[in-house]
């Protein structure tokens, strides 16, 4: 019995030790706000093969290019941390989510499952683009 104990814990720590540990990490307001203002942020669409760019103001406007086609909006972080962007009638909120030093916007369904809706690419301080 003491052998197959030995075995199970081996083969245990093997699993353990081979499965790869992903550190997922929900970023709160403070960290949103740091992470946009003042930014210029390059994201890809989940389901596009396009990017997009936006310049992110302190002053709570955000400019985006997509397509050669400029949009302009509005920006603000919600008290639950989430990104909220207001390019046509009303805001849309996004969870933003750091994992292994990627980060993703998710849109929060109904039933609290996250849709991810892009992929941040870059973030250049400043707007070197004139949006």
């Known amino acids: 019995m003491k052998s197959g104990t030995s075995v199970a814990i081996a083969m245990l720590a093997t699993t353990l030790i081979s499965t790869p540990v992903f550190a997922e990490k929900v970023l709160n307001a403070e960290e949103v706000t740091a992470l946009i203002s003042g930014m210029t942020v390059t994201e890809r669409p989940a389901k596009k093969d396009t990017e997009q760019t936006a310049y992110y103001d302190a002053n709570g406007t955000v400019k985006s290019i997509r397509k050669d086609k400029s949009v302009a909006g509005k920006w603000k972080v ?31 369904k109904k039933d609290d499952q996250r849709k991810l809706k892009a992929n941040y690419l870059s973030f250049t301080a400043g707007n070197p683009n004139s949006y």
């Open 78 to 108: 919600n008290k639950t941390g989430q990104l909220c962007i207001k390019k046509k009638k009303k805001f849309r909120c996004h969870l933003i989510v750091e994992e292994n030093g990627s980060y993703g916007k998710y849109r929060v």
